[in-house]
C-alpha cells in the first residue's frame, strides 16, 4: 500500500481534499464511532444517527469553499467523510480501509454504515 495515499491525493487536490497518510488515533482500540452531534446535516448523513469505522484514515478539507467534513472527531482532527463540489459533480471520500469492510456486520452493528452508503449511491446531486 505504501504510495496509495500520495496516489490518491493526486486526484483529491482538486477537490480541495487530502487524506493523511496515518490512520486516526483510535487510542489502540482500532474501533472509532461517530455519534450524530459530530455528523453535518447533508443528504449523505440523512437518517444516519453514528457511523462506525476500524483503523480509519483522516481526511483533511484544503479548500472550505467546495469541500466539507461530514464526520469530526474535533476542531483539529480531520474525519472519515468528506464531500466536495468541485465543479457540476461531486466526490465523495470516506476514511475506510475499504468499502466492504465498513458495512461488514462486525463493524457496521449497531451502526448507520449501510444508510450512508445507500445515500452516497442513490441521491441526487447537491
Same mark, same amino acid.
Request: charge should be negative.
Given at each position: 500500500m505504501e504510495g496509495s495515499v500520495d496516489k490518491v491525493n493526486l486526484y483529491l487536490k482538486s477537490a480541495g481534499l487530502r487524506m493523511? @497518510?496515518?490512520e486516526l488515533d483510535t487510542r489502540g482500540q482500532g474501533y472509532f464511532? *461517530?455519534?450524530e452531534r459530530q455528523l453535518t446535516p447533508s443528504p449523505l448523513t440523512d437518517r444516519v444517527q453514528s457511523l462506525s469505522f476500524f483503523r480509519p484514515g483522516s481526511i483533511t478539507v484544503l479548500d472550505p469553499k467546495i469541500a466539507k467534513l461530514l464526520d469530526k472527531e474535533g476542531e483539529e482532527a480531520g474525519g472519515f467523510l468528506a464531500v466536495s463540489h @468541485? !465543479?457540476? !459533480?461531486e466526490v465523495v471520500v470516506l476514511g475506510a480501509w *475499504?468499502?466492504?469492510g465498513w458495512i461488514d456486520p462486525r463493524i457496521a452493528k449497531d451502526s448507520d454504515n449501510l444508510r450512508c452508503?445507500?445515500?452516497m449511491l442513490t441521491k441526487p446531486v447537491e
Amino acid at each position: 500500500m505504501e504510495g496509495s495515499v500520495d496516489k490518491v491525493n493526486l486526484y483529491l487536490k482538486s477537490a480541495g481534499l487530502r487524506m493523511e @497518510p496515518e490512520e486516526l488515533d483510535t487510542r489502540g482500540q482500532g474501533y472509532f464511532e *461517530s455519534r450524530e452531534r459530530q455528523l453535518t446535516p447533508s443528504p449523505l448523513t440523512d437518517r444516519v444517527q453514528s457511523l462506525s469505522f476500524f483503523r480509519p484514515g483522516s481526511i483533511t478539507v484544503l479548500d472550505p469553499k467546495i469541500a466539507k467534513l461530514l464526520d469530526k472527531e474535533g476542531e483539529e482532527a480531520g474525519g472519515f467523510l468528506a464531500v466536495s463540489h @468541485p !465543479g457540476k !459533480g461531486e466526490v465523495v471520500v470516506l476514511g475506510a480501509w *475499504s468499502v466492504i469492510g465498513w458495512i461488514d456486520p462486525r463493524i457496521a452493528k449497531d451502526s448507520d454504515n449501510l444508510r450512508c452508503l445507500r445515500n452516497m449511491l442513490t441521491k441526487p446531486v447537491e
